[in-house]
Structure formats: structure tokens, C-alpha cells
């Protein structure tokens, strides 16, 4: 049997998340069996600091090690289950000793499945600012649009200081309805990606004004099954 080792806490609730969907799904096809699970919760707030001083080296090691430690616990493959640190994921894929499954890569090939052609992104500052997924997606001929820089910054001051705290407000989910909204009138996307594993905790339904929400966290865990399941 294969193991998973997740590298979580980025933050808690959707690393819980994560762990509940991978075991249904897992379930779904042996229902009698669980799969191997490893998890190494890392610091959050360390992360964040990073970023904000643009001290990706610092990212980089401070994963790279997270990685280490899930290959020494028996992981034969491994996520970061979180959308921001995937702006250092080439670099950890070299470093890594264990193969990684990335979430963007994952939310591609749903994407390129469904037809969608011009898709939003909603996610933290850096991940709406940084090109790691506009340049997985032009691979397939994907456009990817960014709401405007007060909608980001409103985003990005939400993400941190609510849905990383487990905070979860009605007016906030209004908000970003309000932003999906403009953004398939202006901009006619086909679909939102949502590009934080904290918002599908915040937008439960699977779409809003007739488009689908991409959910990430959701997809992630189902290639994880996948790999588990080979």
C-alpha cells in the first residue's frame, strides 16, 4: 500500500478538510480498507512572514525539510496542501525526495475536462499576483483573470486575517459573490478557481451564477486517491 504524506497546518481547518475527503474517497473504492496517511503540520505564520518579506529561499528550506521529514516517516509521495506555496513548487520538486502532485496541475486537468476556456482566480494576494498558474493553465490554451487590485487586497486581508483563523462570516462570503459576479459579466469566464484551500470552506456550493467553483482542496484530494489507488 502506498503512503501520502501531506505537508498541512497551511492552515488547520482545510488540512482537516483534506484528510476527511481523501478518506471517503479512498473508502468509496474499498470500502473495507483506509488508506496511509502521513501528516507534518507546519507553521503558517512563519510562511506568511516569509512571503511578505519576498524571502523565498527561506520557503523553500523551511519545505524542503517538511518534505524530508514525511519521506523519513514512510511517504512514497507527497502534497502541500495549500495554493500559496506552489510559487516555490519547481524548486521543491528538485529538492524533494519523494514525487509531489501539484494542485495546480490537478485543477488544470479538471479545468481542460470541463472545456472552460477563460477561468478566475481567487486566492491570497500571492497566489492572485504570482504567475504559477496563469503558466501551467496557457499550457491548455486557459486564459486566467485576477480580480482588480482593491478586490485582491480585500481577498488577501480576509484570507489572513479570517478564513486562516477559522473565521467564517456571511458578509464576507456576500463579498466575494459580489466579485465572482463583476468578473463573469466583465470578463466572461467560463469558472472561478478557488485558489485558497480555506474558500471552499466559505463557498460550499459547487457554483454560483450558473459557473462552476473549482474547489481546489477537493480536486487535490481526489488525485491523491488516485495515486493511492495505483
Known amino acids: 500500500m502506498k503512503t501520502v504524506g501531506i505537508i498541512g497546518g497551511i492552515g488547520p481547518e482545510s488540512t482537516i478538510d483534506y484528510y476527511r475527503l481523501i478518506l ?10 483506509s488508506p496511509s496517511i502521513v501528516i507534518n503540520s507546519v507553521d503558517v505564520n512563519k510562511l506568511l512572514d516569509w512571503m511578505n518579506g519576498n524571502q523565498l529561499s527561506q520557503v523553500i528550506d523551511y519545505l524542503a525539510e517538511a518534505l524530508e521529514k514525511l519521506a523519513r516517516a514512510g511517504a512514497d509521495f507527497g502534497i502541500i496542501a495549500a495554493n500559496t506555496p506552489h510559487i516555490v513548487f519547481g524548486d521543491l520538486q528538485q529538492r524533494s525526495p519523494i514525487p509531489l502532485i501539484s494542485i495546480v496541475e490537478a485543477t488544470c486537468t479538471e479545468a481542460k475536462k470541463r472545456g472552460i476556456r477563460t477561468i478566475a482566480l481567487l486566492g491570497t494576494r500571492f497566489t492572485m499576483q504570482a504567475t504559477f498558474y496563469p503558466e501551467v ?29 477559522s473565521v467564517f462570516l456571511p458578509e464576507t462570503r456576500e463579498r466575494l459573490l ?4 463583476r468578473l463573469k459579466e466583465q470578463e466572461q469566464i467560463g469558472a472561478v478557481i478557488l485558489g485558497g484551500t480555506e474558500l471552499p470552506l466559505l463557498l460550499r ?12 482542496t477537493k480536486i487535490h484530494a481526489e488525485a491523491v486517491v488516485v495515486e493511492l489507488l495505483s
Open 205 to 216: 456550493d459547487e457554483s454560483a451564477f450558473g459557473i462552476p467553483l473549482l474547489d481546489t
Open 137 to 165: 493553465f496557457s499550457r491548455e490554451g486557459i486564459r486566467v483573470v485576477v480580480p482588480g487590485k482593491d478586490e485582491q487586497s480585500y481577498l488577501h486581508e480576509k484570507y489572513v486575517g479570517e478564513l486562516l483563523q
Open 24 to 33: 471517503a474517497g479512498y473508502r468509496a473504492h474499498r470500502p473495507d480498507d
Open 178 to 181: 459580489e466579485i465572482i459576479r
